[in-house]
């Protein structure tokens, strides 16, 4: 079964951590990553970029609207997500906890995937 | 991450808009400032026992406003302070109702608390000083340790620019449209001098003055947050991030700068640079091009680039005459031979900058570049000449030390016995 990890967490926090405090983190995820690889239950992984470099475009018009910005203003901002093929929801919670240990703080919505296709786009340039 | 790092990011995060918020409530800084300590020093005794609030500058802004109208009460009727518990247990129903008495203000706020800080009044360095102190909360060491002075000659400075501000008028109304963006205009300037404070460091205090850089960039993401459409707040936060994206190539090991064309590009954070291009992409949309939009498309440009020889000089060339003509500056002009020496040759390019003489005579870059270019046409003696001005005016010991470099390379190569 695949989920989606969605991470919320506030972005300003998360602007505040020290170079040092995000290599820390990023370490930390690294390690829960390479334990899901190795179980075979790690699919796509996305860090985005801040929501000040997002454009959103509204299509409840025509034509479409071009927004500065992200889809929604909230006081926590969606900054990433995993994908994860995992037995069910106790599966994905359980990563979910080893993610959260390795990255406290936010929320993590967990939701069941309807349709995945893993495309043929490479990896992101570096 | 333990509970007290969580807890600091968390605190400087939310300062920006609490103490904005607080200087409305107060209108002044002072006092704005010692209730925003008192809320955090409160923070850190009920946030570890009861977890961190939902909104942690509401919080903040409602704990540090009764905090100070306790203590106001305090003084004049000796009553007693109110349990701890009351005010950790300030429940979402309060933050509510603090975020929407603030909430509608929040831009202006924080745009108002920046503004103060680049009062007309004050010279560059105290509006720096006092924005990293009040808007970005570095303590006064850390602020003394970037600049270079004492601990005593910084803090005499931070309140000599407060007492300035105290008795300068400011408007605590919301600005107008017009107001608004003349403030926004004072502020990006400044917030791009901290962050050349920051860059222009030598070698030594790199991490001191790095810290600068990092402010910087955090405050223009701020400033990007609140004014999300805006072009210029745009193209100035994607010039920081290019420029900041090259700060571990910029010294070698010895603290010596490295030119552009010389850095290890591999160094260069490409994460930064990913940011910086998606941001002066969404600026070139809006066809409101501006002077940071321009740099930071020149900076985009050599962030495209893989190696030097990449470089789109032509391109560079044709953004730095468009700068020239939106915000005409011998500097420019100077930077524009630079482009222009790559792509039409050193002769044009030193014809262009002959002009500049007079009022760039005591300029480093000046005589650096026109060095260059005299090396270039092989006028040796000229070019040595220039260097040695350029040394006389360096402002820092590795920037002496780069043009020495050249010059060694000079004696070197004009030796008359060659092996």
């Given at each position: 079964?695949?989920?989606?990890?969605?991470?919320?967490?506030?972005e300003?926090?998360?602007?505040?951590w020290?170079?040092?405090?995000?290599?820390?983190?990023?370490?930390?995820?690294?390690?829960?990553?390479?334990?899901?690889?190795?179980?075979?239950?790690?699919?796509p992984?996305?860090?985005?970029?801040?929501?000040?470099?997002?454009?959103?475009?509204?299509?409840?018009?025509?034509?479409?609207?071009?927004?500065d910005?992200?889809?929604?203003?909230?006081?926590?901002?969606?900054?990433?997500?995993?994908?994860l093929?995992?037995?069910?929801?106790?599966?994905?919670?359980?990563?979910a906890?080893?993610?959260?240990?390795?990255?406290?703080?936010?929320?993590?919505?967990?939701?069941?995937?309807?349709?995945?296709?893993?495309?043929?786009?490479?990896?992101?340039?570096? | 991450?333990?509970?007290?790092?969580?807890?600091?990011?968390?605190?400087?995060?939310?300062?920006?808009?609490?103490?904005?918020?607080?200087?409305?409530?107060?209108?002044?800084?002072?006092?704005?400032?010692?209730?925003?300590?008192?809320?955090?020093l409160?923070?850190?005794?009920?946030?570890?026992?009861?977890?961190?609030?939902?909104?942690?500058?509401?919080?903040?802004?409602?704990?540090?406003?009764?905090?100070?109208?306790?203590?106001?009460?305090?003084?004049?009727?000796?009553?007693p302070?109110?349990?701890?518990?009351?005010?950790?247990?300030?429940?979402?129903?309060?933050?509510?109702?603090?975020?929407?008495?603030?909430?509608?203000?929040?831009?202006d706020d924080?745009?108002?608390?920046l503004?103060?800080?680049?009062?007309?009044?004050?010279?560059?360095?105290?509006?720096?000083?006092?924005?990293?102190?009040?808007?970005?909360?570095?303590?006064?060491?850390?602020?003394?340790?970037?600049?270079l002075?004492?601990?005593?000659?910084?803090?005499?400075?931070?309140?000599?620019?407060?007492?300035?501000?105290?008795?300068a008028?400011?408007?605590?109304?919301?600005?107008?449209?017009?107001?608004?963006?003349?403030?926004?205009?004072?502020?990006?300037?400044?917030?791009?001098?901290?962050?050349?404070?920051?860059?222009?460091?030598?070698?030594?205090?790199?991490?001191?003055r790095?810290?600068?850089?990092?402010?910087?960039?955090?405050?223009?993401?701020l400033?990007?947050?609140?004014?999300?459409?805006?072009?210029?707040?745009?193209?100035?936060?994607?010039?920081?991030?290019?420029?900041?994206?090259?700060s571990?190539?910029?010294?070698?090991?010895?603290?010596?700068?490295?030119?552009?064309?010389?850095?290890?590009?591999?160094?260069?954070?490409?994460?930064?640079?990913?940011?910086?291009?998606?941001?002066?992409?969404?600026?070139?949309?809006?066809?409101?091009?501006g002077?940071?939009?321009?740099?930071?498309?020149?900076?985009?440009?050599?962030?495209?680039?893989?190696?030097?020889?990449d470089?789109?000089?032509?391109?560079?060339?044709?953004?730095?005459g468009?700068?020239?003509?939106?915000?005409?500056?011998?500097?420019?002009?100077?930077?524009?031979?630079?482009?222009?020496?790559?792509?039409?040759?050193?002769?044009?390019?030193?014809?262009?900058?002959?002009?500049?003489?007079?009022?760039?005579?005591?300029?480093?870059h000046?005589?650096?570049?026109?060095?260059?270019?005299?090396?270039?046409?092989?006028?040796?003696?000229?070019?040595?000449?220039?260097?040695?001005?350029?040394?006389?005016?360096?402002?820092?010991?590795?920037?002496?030390?780069?043009?020495?470099?050249?010059?060694d390379?000079?004696?070197?190569?004009?030796?008359?016995?060659?092996?």
């Amino acid at each position: 079964m695949l989920y989606a990890i969605l991470c919320y967490h506030s972005e300003d926090v998360v602007g505040a951590w020290t170079k040092a405090e995000d290599d820390a983190c990023m370490a930390r995820l690294g390690a829960v990553h390479e334990k899901l690889a190795r179980e075979g239950k790690l699919g796509p992984v996305a860090r985005l970029l801040p929501t000040t470099a997002a454009t959103t475009l509204r299509k409840d018009q025509d034509p479409p609207l071009v927004i500065d910005g992200p889809f929604a203003e909230t006081k926590e901002q969606l900054l990433g997500f995993y994908v994860l093929d995992v037995a069910g929801l106790d599966e994905a919670l359980e990563a979910a906890r080893d993610l959260g240990r390795a990255n406290p703080g936010g929320a993590y919505e967990i939701r069941p995937i309807a349709l995945f296709s893993p495309g043929t786009a490479g990896a992101a340039p570096p | 991450m333990t509970d007290l790092t969580w807890i600091d990011a968390t605190l400087t995060s939310a300062r920006p808009q609490a103490v904005a918020a607080l200087l409305r409530y107060f209108r002044d800084l002072d006092a704005a400032e010692e209730a925003f300590q008192d809320a955090c020093l409160r923070a850190l005794k009920s946030w570890p026992q009861n977890g961190p609030p939902r909104d942690a500058a509401a919080w903040l802004i409602m704990v540090g406003r009764n905090a100070a109208i306790d203590s106001a009460r305090r003084q004049s009727r000796h009553q007693p302070l109110p349990a701890e518990e009351l005010i950790s247990d300030l429940n979402d129903a309060e933050s509510d109702l603090a975020e929407r008495l603030d909430g509608a203000h929040y831009r202006d706020d924080v745009l108002r608390l920046l503004f103060i800080c680049c009062h007309p009044d004050l010279p560059a360095t105290q509006q720096i000083a006092l924005a990293l102190r009040i808007v970005s909360g570095l303590t006064v060491r850390q602020i003394a340790r970037a600049f270079l002075v004492g601990e005593a000659a910084m803090e005499q400075r931070i309140t000599r620019a407060k007492r300035r501000i105290a008795e300068a008028d400011v408007a605590f109304e919301t600005p107008g449209p017009v107001e608004r963006a003349e403030r926004l205009a004072a502020v990006a300037a400044m917030v791009y001098l901290i962050f050349n404070e920051g860059y222009s460091a030598p070698g030594g205090e790199v991490d001191a003055r790095g810290r600068l850089s990092d402010e910087a960039v955090r405050l223009a993401r701020l400033l990007l947050r609140l004014f999300q459409t805006e072009p210029e707040i745009m193209g100035l936060t994607a010039l920081l991030l290019l420029q900041h994206a090259r700060s571990a190539a910029r010294f070698d090991a010895e603290g010596a700068v490295v030119l552009l064309e010389d850095q290890d590009r591999s160094l260069w954070n490409h994460k930064l640079i990913a940011e910086g291009l998606a941001l002066v992409d969404k600026a070139l949309r809006h066809r409101r091009p501006g002077p940071y939009q321009i740099q930071a498309a020149i900076a985009a440009l050599h962030a495209r680039a893989a190696r030097p020889q990449d470089t789109d000089w032509a391109q560079i060339d044709l953004l730095y005459g468009t700068l020239e003509r939106l915000a005409p500056s011998p500097v420019v002009t100077l930077n524009r031979a630079v482009a222009v020496s790559k792509v039409r040759g050193p002769a044009a390019a030193l014809e262009m900058i002959e002009p500049l003489e007079p009022r760039l005579s005591g300029y480093f870059h000046y005589m650096g570049v026109k060095g260059g270019l005299l090396l270039q046409l092989g006028r040796t003696e000229e070019a040595r000449a220039a260097f040695d001005q350029a040394i006389a005016l360096a402002n820092t010991a590795a920037e002496a030390a780069h043009i020495r470099l050249h010059l060694d390379r000079l004696m070197r190569d004009t030796a008359p016995a060659r092996a």
